[in-house]
């Protein structure tokens, strides 16, 4: 190749980002709401996610000729310095004092709403544990243990919201309901497989398919015993979420102004101008990180057939997904799901030649670590070795931040100020 394979796999990686950035997605979506809608009341903006702040920002640039105001919260160290609207920075991916206030504030503002007023909320991915307020007779260290137990578990994201749902006073559509009868427009950046907008920061501006039935069955199907508030929650009926045909829900406006599968697409144009070919394997992938790592293996030495010994047929081949994985704790290390998956994927190469990987999520943070992905190559179980490091025994502590710490191949991009899922990238040159 006359690329450098790794420069290569972060450009793509960026551009993936950079699609997906408020800036840049926003100012045409808020086009065609000012032109649907024309606001003659009160504009009150609000929003929570990793990209909440930013998103706000990009509503300030782009309606300066409108009077705003409003809440968003946002990741601790996520914020974006904005005019009018105010910010708050709480925990995630569990929640904390500062989410649940902000969280409260939020829904008050949506209460005050007149008939007459628009209420824009601007959604992207964390907004489930950020806007987390609790359901009467819960305490927030109730919703606190729950989502450990579910994450330590493995729980997918459609799971862990199931239950975060029926336990809230502002997800499943209860911020709809609060914002009635005010017109509402949420505009949302996608960062679940599937893109389904009850799964997205857990719908609060959406119906939900899902049951208070539903939410016991996730914690029965993972053996979590739940707090004994938690468990009294499930079974009251006042806890059950907005349903389609909720008049309340009427006025609602949802659209995606950025997916995963948009991002996918403006890396795989990228690599096509650089000559590479590409295969998808799919904007939805989901499982047991590690598993998916192995998966993959089989799948490059499947394609590389025709590539070995210094052969080639054709251009290089790259392979995009994306997705989320999840990571069942059974060690002590640190890491979160796209290292775990590079590592699964590095041990099963087991130093394939010619072969380079990128895997990161593309919030800038995997799990609740400080970088956002690694990247592998043909050399990194050699120098694994050299330095003394088995990739079995970090896999078995979930520790694969260390591993590619003491490499120096981990990617670090610090906050995004967007979210849409995994990236990975597998180079075959």
């Not at 628009?118 to 260290?141: D, E, I, K, N, R």
């Not at 427009?185 to 960062?191: E, F, K």
């Amino acid at each position: 190749m006359t690329v450098d394979p790794p420069a290569l796999l972060r450009r793509l990686l960026d551009e993936a980002i950079a699609v997906a950035r408020p800036d840049r997605c926003l100012p045409a979506a808020l086009a065609e709401l000012e032109a649907e809608t024309r606001p003659e009341g009160r504009i009150v903006v609000l929003g929570a996610g990793k990209a909440a702040a930013a998103m706000a920002r990009a509503v300030e640039d782009t309606w300066p000729n409108h009077t705003l105001e409003g809440l968003v919260v946002t990741r601790y160290g996520h914020a974006a310095p904005c005019r009018s609207i105010r910010v708050i920075e709480a925990a995630h991916p569990v929640p904390d004092r500062a989410g649940a206030g902000a969280a409260a504030d939020i829904l008050d503002l949506a209460r005050a709403a007149g008939a007459d007023d628009l209420v824009l909320f601007l959604l992207s991915g964390g907004a489930s544990a950020l806007l987390s307020l609790s359901a009467p007779g819960l305490t927030l260290a109730d919703k606190q243990a729950v989502t450990r137990a579910l994450l330590a578990a493995g729980a997918d994201i459609h799971e862990i919201n199931t239950v975060r749902k029926h336990l809230s006073a502002v997800k499943g559509g209860r911020l709809a309901a609060a914002a009635a009868p005010a017109r509402l427009a949420t505009l949302a950046i996608s960062d679940v497989a599937g893109d389904d907008p009850a799964t997205i920061g857990s719908g609060p501006t959406v119906a939900d398919p899902t049951t208070l039935a539903d939410a016991r069955g996730v914690l029965r199907r993972f053996g979590i015993a739940p707090p004994p508030a938690v468990a009294a929650a499930l079974e009251d009926h006042s806890n059950e979420t907005l349903k389609p045909d909720d008049p309340r829900l009427a006025a609602e406006r949802y659209r995606l102004i950025a997916t995963p599968a948009q991002s996918l697409a403006a890396a795989a144009g990228l690599a096509a101008a650089e000559g590479l070919a590409v295969e998808m394997l799919g904007d939805d992938l989901t499982g047991e990180a590690r598993d998916l790592g192995w998966a993959h293996a089989a799948l490059v030495r499947e394609r590389a057939v025709h590539r070995q010994d210094g052969r080639r047929d054709g251009p290089p081949l790259l392979l995009l997904s994306g997705g989320e994985t999840t990571v069942t704790l059974t060690g002590n290390g640190r890491g979160g799901p796209n290292t775990e998956y590079l590592l699964g994927l590095a041990e099963a190469l087991d130093g394939r030649p010619g072969v380079w990987a990128l895997a990161a999520d593309t919030d800038g943070a995997d799990g609740s670590e400080d970088n956002a992905g690694a990247l592998i190559g043909p050399d990194t179980l050699e120098r694994a070795r050299q330095r003394g490091l088995r990739p079995a025994g970090f896999l078995a502590d979930n520790d694969a931040w260390t591993f590619f710490d003491a490499l120096g191949d981990l990617v670090v991009t610090g906050p995004t100020h967007t979210n849409v899922n995994d990236f990975r990238a597998i180079l075959i040159a």
